[in-house]
């Protein structure tokens, strides 16, 4: 009884945050959806997904390490994080690489250099360096803290928002600069407030020992939000900066649906860290998975019956996106499925595989995504292909990932 109330206190807490995050999220992308262009918003979503994704780097992976050690053993944090940050200074020459390369492919065309600089500067290294914060908290149990930096780092973006709605200048430049003012803000806030104290100590030997692990997982991370946000690129880089603006306000409202099944999520992990077989038995594991996507689905149909009758009610940008949402219906439920089934695989340890079978999604979402897009022209049409898109792909990562883990765990 004593565990089982510990537990909910813990998802409380946690989902205090997911529910605050929630309602500034909202906030913050209405005002932001409807202060910039549909074109310019596209081209902003786009660039994020790119900072988001290249930001995995940052560490070379070692954000992970520094999770699993505060969550099994804390007392080596201060050495860990010392590691983290001489890393975290060796993975910014490979991060401006990599946000050359993805410029060059995908940007070059139809954004500036400055404006998306920026925004992966913000995203990349502020918001990631952020996160990392945010994790190290949830793994020490401190699950109120970490909801009060998530809380108040999305509340600075939607005032960053705000302001910039007053700004005599609306074009995506001025917004970049407003961007990474707001993260970086955010993350001076969990510095000083809520970093752990630890005393720093430099130990080589066991980062090296960590290092492939951690590379196993920086890997595996670019590989999932490659294939999470691979979608945002390939629109624009096949479609328009209008279709990608479009495709981006649809996307972040299937976005809204995953924040409180992250919560349940990274609990799931941190149990199953310290008991791995705890989801040897198939009717647990269907009863989740089936949780997980009518709790998503109702999510967005919720919100596409209320759009229905109210298109307007998030502002006159959204609306021209509004009665595509509910095409996208099964959309969430299947994407967080795929989320989350990563996150089993991380949980147990075996990084190497889920490195392996999310570059096998990547590459099967690359594909489907191509042919929609080449044999689609209507938005309505490519909007409604993501549902058969999106259901391959959660059979395959569902294949993949119970082979995996009928396997042995790998424990910390």
């Known amino acids: 009884m004593t565990s089982q109330r510990q537990v909910l206190r813990d998802y409380l807490a946690t989902i205090s945050g997911s529910a605050g995050r929630l309602v500034f999220s909202l906030a913050y992308f209405v005002i932001l959806a409807n202060s910039l262009s549909i074109a310019d918003f596209g081209l902003f979503a786009t660039a994020s997904a790119a900072g988001v994704m290249v930001g995995r780097i940052l560490a070379l992976g070692f954000t992970a390490t520094l999770y699993r050690i505060a969550t099994v053993k804390p007392r080596l944090l201060g050495t860990y994080a010392a590691g983290f940050l001489m890393l975290t200074v060796a993975s910014l020459p490979l991060i401006a690489l990599a946000s050359v390369a993805l410029y060059l492919v995908f940007f070059a065309g139809d954004m500036k250099v400055l404006p998306f600089a920026l925004v992966i500067a913000s995203d990349a290294i502020a918001w ?30 939607a005032l960053a928002a705000l ?23 955010a993350l001076v806030f969990a510095l000083l407030f809520y970093c752990p104290r630890q005393r720093l100590r430099l130990q080589s030997a066991l980062y090296w020992r960590r290092l492939p692990d951690a590379l196993y997982v920086a890997g595996a991370e670019v590989l999932f939000y490659l294939q999470m946000e691979l979608d945002k690129l390939l629109v624009l880089a096949l479609g328009n900066p209008q279709l990608a603006g479009i495709y981006a306000i649809i996307m972040r409202l299937v976005d809204l ?98 490195a392996v079978n999310l570059g096998v999604l990547a ?22 292909s993501l549902n058969a898109v999106f259901a391959v792909l959660y059979v395959l990562s569902m294949v993949l990932t119970y082979r995996a883990l009928a396997r042995p765990a790998k424990r910390v």
């Open 163 to 185: 302001l910039f709605t007053f700004h005599a200048s609306s074009d995506l430049l001025t917004w970049t600069v407003f961007y990474l003012a707001a993260n970086s803000a």
């Open 128 to 157: 990631r360096l952020t996160e990392t914060v945010i994790v190290v908290n949830n793994g020490l149990n401190r699950f109120g803290r970490a909801a009060v930096i998530l809380i108040v780092s999305v509340g600075i973006r």
């Open 363 to 384: 590459l099967g979402k690359a594909a489907l995504l191509s042919l929609v897009l080449k044999n689609f022209t209507e938005t309505r049409d490519i909007i409604l």
């Open 257 to 354: 649906t995953a924040i409180p099944i992250r919560s349940f999520s990274m609990l799931l992990v941190q149990r199953m860290m310290r008991a791995p077989e705890m989801l040897n038995r198939w009717k647990l594991r269907l009863g989740i998975e089936g949780a997980i996507f009518a709790v998503s689905t109702l999510a967005l149909a919720s919100l596409a019956v209320i759009l229905l009758f109210y298109p307007t009610l998030l502002g006159r940008n959204v609306a021209e996106a509004a009665p595509l949402v509910i095409l996208a219906l099964a959309v969430p439920g299947l994407r967080n499925l795929t989320e989350y089934q990563a996150d089993l695989l991380f949980a147990r340890g075996q990084t190497f595989i889920r």
